[in-house]
């Protein structure tokens, strides 16, 4: 049940709940990157998680990759790693002067 509306959580509301739990799931990653230092000078953490759920919380890309364009799903992990490497370390500029 919803605390706030008193309304009982039904199966329409399933997609909704991982999205949120996904969510969580990448800020609390971001706040664990910044902690090791790995996010880049002006990349805060709230841009991290997003730019995180914009490149890789989308399983349609992945599908189309794999199932249209005949990308192995290894294939498919390597262009997120490097994308996610490049965004979070290199958006704002480099830690290192």
Not at 13 to 41: K, M, Q, T, Y
Request: one cysteine or more.
């Amino acid at each position: 049940m919803d605390r706030h509306t008193g309304r009982s959580f039904g199966e329409d509301d399933v997609p909704n709940l991982r999205h949120a739990e996904s969510r969580a799931n990448l800020r609390a990653l971001a706040h664990e990157l910044n902690a090791r230092g790995v996010l880049g000078l002006g990349v805060g953490e709230q841009d991290a998680a997003d730019a995180m759920y914009a490149l890789a919380a989308d399983e349609s890309v992945f599908l189309r990759l794999t199932h249209e364009c005949g990308w192995t799903p290894d294939r498919y992990a390597d262009l997120i790693a490097r994308t996610l490497k490049a965004t979070l370390t290199q958006l704002g500029g480099s830690r290192e002067p």
